[in-house]
């Protein structure tokens, strides 16, 4: 009709409730152990700049979600921890990135030994083509722990919530499993070693609802012995397992594309009462 104001759509304007977190006690970092502080942190591939000025510190036997857009760098930054870039041609780390106190890129430091601390699941599930058993006896053979070897393998069964699936096809081939139990596999042999932390990079992406559910329920279990890093582009489940979160972006201005740590904070107070708007767009649904 002439004369007539445009329609608007309403759910346009609305403001966007955010994501109902899991309630959980407080968690005090003033008693946690520091386990990683980056400070003033840049990653490189070549001549370009990945990531940009990272500055944060993450806790023993706390669970850390990273979120954020494509291409922010997250997974750059978890693979940073356990020195799994540097297999990358051209990659390099500005500033310093400590575990315990120490600087992992130090000259004499042996990447090795810190990926037997700092073990890693991926995206993927990625069972060797060997039995059940030898999945999760491969590391400690190769690195010499082998007295005991059926009870550390029962062991981190048991504690990736597998074993009393599995304890009677041992020898079976791993990639007889289903998907999540495929991962929950993976954490096995992860946790095997035993190390101090455990960094999990989107181990959920290429799971069902009913096997997504198991791993994290299996995360709030391993916290109390591990440290664990996750990185998830569902922010549901940052909200449902993560007591603290960082939220990373890109900064487009120059014409370049850098990720940047916007926001890292509590995740209750991440998700419902951010201090940066570029927070509170993302987990509203705003972009992204």
């Known amino acids: 009709m002439e004369g007539s104001q445009p329609e608007t759509d309403a759910a346009t ?11 959980r006690e407080h968690t005090d970092l003033a008693t946690r152990d520091v386990v990683f502080e980056l400070r003033d942190v840049d990653l ?19 669970i850390t979600a990273m979120i954020g857009p494509s291409g922010c760098g997250k997974s750059t930054v978890v693979r940073t921890l356990n020195r799994m870039n540097d297999s990358i041609p051209g990659f390099r ?4 990135v400590l575990y315990h106190g120490h600087d992992m890129y130090a000259s004499g430091v042996d990447p090795v030994e810190v990926r037997r ?7 993927r599930p990625n069972p060797f083509p060997k039995s059940i058993y030898d999945n999760i006896a491969w590391a400690p053979r190769i690195l010499g722990l082998k007295q005991n070897l059926d009870e ?3 062991k981190a069964l048991r504690g990736a919530a597998l074993w009393d699936e599995v304890k009677d096809r041992q020898k079976g ?8 139990q495929q991962q929950r596999l993976c954490i096995a042999r992860a946790i095997a070693i035993e190390p101090d932390v455990l960094l999990l990079d989107e181990p959920c992406s290429a799971l069902d609802p009913i096997a997504t559910a198991l791993v994290e329920e299996l995360m709030q279990d391993l916290k109390r012995d591990y440290t664990l890093v996750i990185v998830t582009h569902n922010m549901q489940q940052a909200a449902r397992v993560a007591e603290r979160t960082a939220f990373f972006s890109l900064d487009v201005s120059g014409g370049k594309r850098t990720g940047v740590l916007v926001e890292y904070d509590d995740t209750e107070k991440l998700f419902t009462r951010p201090s940066d708007k570029r927070t509170e767009d993302y987990v509203t649904g705003r972009f992204g």
């Open 13 to 23: 304007d609305a403001p966007l409730a955010a994501l109902a977190v899991t309630s």
């Open 117 to 123: 601390r700092i073990g890693m699941v991926f995206q």
């Open 152 to 154: 550390r393998v029962e």
């Open 44 to 62: 490189y591939y070549g001549a370009t700049l990945a990531v940009s000025g990272l500055s944060m510190q993450m806790h023993k036997n706390v």
């Open 173 to 180: 081939s791993a990639l007889g499993l289903s998907g999540g």
């Open 93 to 96: 780390v500005g500033g310093e």
